[in-house]
C-alpha cells in the first residue's frame, strides 16, 4: 500500500486518507434513455437502500405536500429489485433522486446521471465534486426540497439540457478511464515507480485528457440549485 484513501461521506471518519473519488461506471452497460418529453405529471425516481439515510421522509412529506396543493407529481420509490430494474425505471422518469443528508453522492446518482436524468442530490462541500462548476446535480437539504421541487414543476422545459450535462459530466469525469486517470496521478505521487512505468501512465494520461477534452459542456444547462454555486454564496455569505 502506498496511500490510504477514501471518498464521499468516509473523508469524516478517515481524516488522514487522501480524498479521490474511485467509483467508476460503466457506461456501455448502462446506455442512456430518451427525455419523456415536458407534459403531464412529474415522474420522480428515488431508490433508496436505507430510507432513513437517504432523508426520504423529508421528500415524501414535501411531496404530500405539493400534492395536496393541486401539482401534479408521480412518485416512483425502488426498493428490493435488481440494479437492472432499477435502471430501467429510472429511465422511465423524469427526476433521479438520490439522498437529502449524507451530503455526499453516490452510485444512484452517477447512474440517474448517466441516463441523461436530472439528479437531485445534497452535496455539502464542492471538495466532493470533480469539477464543480461541471457538476449539474441539483444541490437540495431538508430545508428546500420544496423550493426545488417547485422550481422543477415550472421549469420543466429546463431538464433536458440539465440531463444531458449529466450524461456529459460522467462521461468526463465518472467513466473507467476518467477514474484509471486519477488513480494513475495518486501513483505519481505516492508510489515509487520505475520510469518506464512513469512513463505508460503519463502517456495513458494525455489520451485521457485528450478524450475528455473532446466532449464538450451543454450551453445553458445551469440552474439555480448548483453545487459550486451554492457553496460558494454559502461561503462568501459567512465571510
Sequence with gaps: MTALITLADMLPYMPMAKYINYWPLDLDRIGRASPRGTSGPLRIAHAPNHSHLKGSKYFEQTLEKLKAQGYQIEYCKIQGVPNGQVLAMFADSD????????????????????????????????????????????????????????????????????????????????????????????????????PRILRRIEEMQKREDARRNAISVVAGWQHPFQVGKQLDSSLASSG
Design 95 to 194: 427526476v433521479v433522486v438520490d439522498q437529502f443528508v449524507a451530503g455526499a453522492y453516490g452510485y444512484t446518482a452517477l447512474e440517474g446521471m448517466a441516463l441523461g436524468k436530472p439528479v437531485i442530490s445534497f452535496v455539502r462541500s464542492a471538495d466532493m465534486v470533480e469539477a464543480p462548476n461541471e457538476c449539474p446535480i441539483i444541490n437540495a437539504t431538508p430545508d428546500d426540497i420544496e423550493q426545488v421541487l417547485l422550481w422543477l414543476i415550472h421549469n420543466r422545459d429546463h431538464l433536458p439540457d440539465i440531463g444531458e450535462q449529466g450524461l456529459r459530466y460522467v462521461q468526463r469525469w465518472h467513466c473507467v478511464s476518467a477514474v484509471a486517470a486519477r488513480l494513475g496521478r495518486l501513483y505519481q505521487e505516492t508510489a515509487n515507480f520505475p
